[in-house]
């Protein structure tokens, strides 16, 4: 299993969700971040004085998928996130050891 | 009417309108996130239901005709209250201006019973408690047989936060306690929005005491006056106690015994004078904010201490004219307090009318509470109150701000 | 002039000007995040230019001089208005009074082009607005051929409301809509600001409407009574279609009912009486809940609900006067509503007066709209709408409070 | 008293107190999550002490007797302010209207000192402050030496806003900069909070201001049209400022630029007319633009540029007096300014007054500050400064609205 | 070593927090999220539109454990979280590299 | 590659973001987190109750590096984020599979 883990601009997020629906993930937890990167962050200017906000907002997604759907799911998110403009955002692929349904007490890919 | 009066009640009465939703916000940042819309919608409910109320039955029951226990229908539907006649409008003002206050007074209460209790169950309430428990003492007070003997109750004291506050703990005593109280607390989850709500209060609170004199007159001013210093010595010696007790003068501490101070001059408010006001709120300072400690000995889940605040804050500041109450400075004709010659007969009667309020208000709304108990229900579910009400009841979140929690359909 | 009308008169001017905040923050708190400070800006933008205009030349096209079409420039610059003359002040005290709702009005079209009308566009459109339709309508109602028929307005019903409602929708016709809109929806990003925002607009609303009576006389009383009580039926009846039929008696089912109520009672506040208020109230909150759902079936993007609201609301109200308008009660020289004994005259004269401002209003605000879109565009583009208009209008952020998005320079 | 006067009065008193909540709200918005309640107790403070410091001996010191530099005790504790005498109690209203204008002018400078002065230093400043700097001054300017010289100061300009604007400069000389300033930066944790804080204010000003009239007559209807004015321009201009040099029309700017206009108006209120508020708004919005900026180059850490927008503004405005002033529009007997045919009599008066003031205040606050700084100490531990002074001095939080944060005993 | 992330319903991280520390556990770090899974949403109301809010306010606990306390964290977690109703949440272990003690430079499971 | 996870004092952020661009690190995503641990709760008090407010409010890093960057980014970490006092935090190093640039569709180290 794998803990898919995606940074993307946060107008993005209802067209992730809806790809990673139909690539037939059945859930995900989502957060708000603030992003640093080569997209540069934003200027704020309070009382003439200039705040160069290098964070940017951004939203953190994280998808536990089987190993089979590891792939449909990186695919769906990079298609629904890609606008092909800087800060559009990573995902990672990080090893999982195990999962568990604290509903029910599954665990491994029954637990997903 | 005087031109002067009416622009003085005309202001007055928008001030006490805005007390309520001052009121709501206070509250409601006291309250936590998912519960806050729901401690609104309990304030706002007021605002709809009990201004039609008042001009249909309640005022007439509550002012109209000789009766000591209860007023009659002759003013029911606002008849016979016109602008064309001698009074030039000033009855129907004062229609108006006392509607705000029975907008509030029920209003108070919701504070005590937050976080559980039914919003059905609340919505008879509110209007049910106003004709069965408001309107009566409000006529014993003004006009009834507590007035008759003499007891004072310039804006409201007994009338409405004793009044209030001991029908809060009626309430709660028949509501339960909230779940995980009094193990769980929780702070406000937002204080500027109770310090706003402080500050509305007390804005808005110089209409209530200043506009009871129901002139633009001497007396007016005295009130205003003595709102103003009551709120900062109460604030003043709550937070004191709290710096000396607790370690830290904190803006909650302060709010609520700005507040506290307010409900003690209320009653008290045209009838001293000098440093009295400074005086009495001192005291409801030190003595609001031990009484808000009671609730954890005594068991009882008064959520925003509503009994701490408007109930003992109320009966202090009531009790506080037999001993201040000055009637030369006024050049008025009631009796005056012990400390300006006056004996224990004003103290007597104060206690007197406070008594029977205090005992006729608890009856009747835990009468009222049983009533719902036994019929619609008055608690929301454990599963609602765990995952708060905002959601169950109104179907609403107080905040969305963030994009992940903006993903609507 | 006497006191105690200016004292009122005064005191209602600044009630008046609280609610262009108000306003905002009822609109501010029903926005997205990243929307708030633009939608704010479009209000205090009203707030910075309005005053200046109004007294360099828009009270007086709109109020001297004769005309049945447009005032003259007779008082431009308040020439002539002085404090030592005749009357005091009383003149000057006016300009003030209306001044706040010339700022007012055209801040009320903001809520329907929210989300995607850029800064620039909304610069210019609210001053040619108000000179190019608030102006004359104001006169037609106030002075000129509208009034003359007889078609009564007393707080800017049809000036105001039927006005700026009917703008809003040639306004968004022109804009266009959301992306996204209407199958992606945003939940306000903070109900306690609506709730705030809502409780300022009904305390600042008895400024507007009793302050219109322009004394502290007996129709100040009547209005204020009327702006009581319309708004509470409205925000009640609002509140219950919404519980019978979506299942929940909602905060922002609430306040847009007490905004609708305050709407409806503008026109009628100084004529009519009794319980026509509360009728007014009931009706019209049934009738806005309804409306605001027109604009998805219609499909014009009104983001904030100002056709549904002050459009309708005022329209209802207006025409109500035709019904319920009471010159007995009054000692007035108006026409008598149906109700009361005078026929369809009245009613008619109100639906003339309201077709007219409709017509005109309509086509100007078209004009203005389209004028705009053809020479600096009045959209932002994608990339801002997508990203949010406050840091790319305003290069602000409404909230920094995280740690995180507080890591400046 | 006239009914409507009083009506007036009362209502502007009322208006003045809801200003130092508002002022909270303003500065609390612009400081960081974890030093707003820090920063509203700043303010809450001046509301509990100065009321009861006011009438026991502030009052009297301030306005008693004939002395050129200070008054005398007579009226303290309120001494002979009745209400059945002859004035009806206009006096005891006079010193409630004051008292409210003592509680919120040592407010104004606690956003010189944000995030980093003790609250026990605080605590004796303000009271302090009020005593020693703020009670002689207003002697001077409100008969005592400065008033005898023909200066003039209708609200409170010299008296109040320059007066706590170079306080506020000599207080930060003496309290150091915050830790990280000027390098890092912060922007305003919650700028709706800012917005209504202005709306607040604004509102409230025109209490301070046409209150100042102390009656509802001529004089106080133009001195609220120069409110409406002057703050409309302010904000315009500092926004197109904002905008030419920085690019964009900013909430904060606006903000910013309104109450300036509203600190510039203050000294002039009831003595220009026409469209001289609109130039003296223009004038400041642009002046006090620039003069934030001041602090960076001249490196002192005025935190919320109580300086540049106070003291500037102030100054401004009374100066703009020698120019404006037009005892023809008033009927009254003051100098006329330069540009109504006054000479530079009215300018140097002025500029007396305020060079006096300015000296007197720099100097005794920073002695205050420096006794403090001696005895008790005056910053918080750079630990306290690094977390934030709201849980270190308050024992409290701002916002508690993740259920993480929830997570109590 | 592992990282032990748990999504669970926000009134039983009390619970949670409290068996953990039973477990043995000395820290844990927690946020606020968004989560979408079986549960389904919510429907929200606003002026007649109804908000199908898919997304379910849910709480994220991350803990670093040494291999040993992993099983009874996981049990810990388990137990405290479980309603027994669906929207319970999920547990996910993953494999630690290396943790570092800021404040004293300690590794690996001194660092705990 | 390495996803590397720290919890850091809030006020030490801008220090941390500015020895981790110096390190040659060009990305990262932070959001704000409530932490429990040694370093004890605060106490709040609330018209006289005590409220025992065991977490502290932290900041949560996340920097994805390659596998050579990993020591150097820790080592940034460390140093910016030392106080010395209790609370200054953890750094945890996780192992990564895959990481891609939604943009560009890069895999790999280059898509960091
Ligand atoms: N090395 C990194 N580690 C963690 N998050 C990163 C890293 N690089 C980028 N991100 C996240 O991805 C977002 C977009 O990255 P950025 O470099 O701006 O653009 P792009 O993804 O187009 O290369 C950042 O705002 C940040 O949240
Ligand atoms: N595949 C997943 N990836 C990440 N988080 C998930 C996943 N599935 C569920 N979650 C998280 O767990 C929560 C509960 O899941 P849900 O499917 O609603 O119920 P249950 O845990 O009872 O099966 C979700 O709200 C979400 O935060
Ligand atoms: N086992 C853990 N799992 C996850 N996070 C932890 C753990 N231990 C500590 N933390 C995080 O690190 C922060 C600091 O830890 P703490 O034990 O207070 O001090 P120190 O880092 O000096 O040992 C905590 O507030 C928490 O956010």
Chains 1, 5, 6 share one sequence.
């Not at chain 2, 400690?293 to 500041?317: I, P, Q, S």
Request: include cysteine; charged fraction near 15%; glycine fraction near 14%.
């Amino acid at each position: 299993m794998k803990l898919i883990i995606a940074f993307i601009k946060p107008f993005k997020l209802e067209q992730v969700r809806d790809s990673l629906k139909i690539a037939g993930v059945s859930g995900m937890s989502v957060n708000d971040i603030s992003g640093f990167g080569r997209q540069g962050g934003q200027t704020e200017v309070y009382r003439g004085a200039e705040y160069e906000v290098e964070f940017v907002p951004k939203v953190r997604l994280e998808v536990i998928v089987t190993d089979e759907l590891a792939g449909p799911t990186v695919a769906a998110i990079e298609t629904a996130a890609h606008t092909g403009e800087i800060g559009d955002g990573k995902i990672v692929v990080v090893p999982v050891e195990d999962v568990v349904r604290i509903r029910t007490g599954e665990r491994g890919a029954d637990a997903i | 009417m005087d031109t002067g009066d009416a622009a003085w009640v005309l202001t007055s009465s928008a001030l006490v309108l805005f007390m309520t939703p001052g009121l709501a916000l206070f509250y409601g940042g006291m309250d936590r996130t998912r519960n806050v819309l729901n401690m609104l919608m309990m304030n706002f409910w007021c605002l709809l239901v009990i201004p039609i109320l008042w001009v249909v039955v309640g005022y007439s029951l509550a002012q109209s005709g000789d009766g000591a226990l209860l007023g009659n229908l002759d003013m029911a539907f606002l008849r016979g209250l016109g602008i064309t006649g001698e009074d030039g409008g000033s009855g129907l003002l004062t229609v108006a201006f006392l509607g705000m206050f029975a907008v509030i007074t029920p209003a108070l209460i919701s504070g005590a019973v937050a976080d559980r209790m039914k919003f059905s169950a609340w919505a008879i309430f509110a209007p049910a408690w106003l004709l069965l428990v408001f309107v009566p003492v409000f006529k014993w007070v003004y006009g009834g047989w507590i007035g008759d003997r003499g007891a004072l109750d310039f804006a409201g004291g007994t009338a409405i936060h004793v009044n209030a506050g001991i029908a809060a703990l009626a309430a709660v005593l028949v509501l339960g306690r909230r779940r995980g109280w009094p193990s769980q607390g929780h702070p406000p989850h937002s204080m500027p929005l109770v310090m706003m709500g402080t500050g509305i209060l007390w804005f808005g609170w110089f209409g209530f005491n200043a506009g009871s004199a129901l002139a633009a007159n001497g007396q007016a001013i005295q009130a205003f006056m003595n709102t103003f210093l009551a709120a900062a010595a109460a604030g003043l010696s709550w937070g004191f106690v709290e710096k000396f007790r607790d370690g830290h003068f904190t803006n909650l501490g302060v709010a609520s015994g700005i507040v506290a101070g307010l409900v003690a001059i209320t009653p008290g408010a045209g009838f001293v004078a000098g440093m009295s006001p400074i005086w009495i709120g001192l005291a409801t300072g030190i003595i609001c904010c031990y009484a808000v400690g009671l609730k954890n000995r005594a068991g009882y889940d008064d959520a925003l201490d509503v009994v701490g605040v408007h109930f003992v804050g109320g009966l202090v500041g009531s009790l506080a004219i037999g001993l201040f109450a000055d009637p030369a400075f006024f050049g008025g004709e009631f009796m005056a307090g012990s400390f300006y010659g006056g004996g224990l007969d004003l103290l007597g009667a104060q206690a007197l009318g406070n008594a029977a309020t205090i005992v006729y208000s608890f009856a009747v709304t835990a009468l009222i509470m049983l009533a719902l108990k036994a019929t619609i229900g008055v608690r929301v579910s454990d599963d609602v109150e765990n995952s708060g009400l905002d959601l169950a009841e109104h179907a609403e979140a107080a905040y969305s701000t963030g994009s992940a929690s903006l993903a609507g359909h």
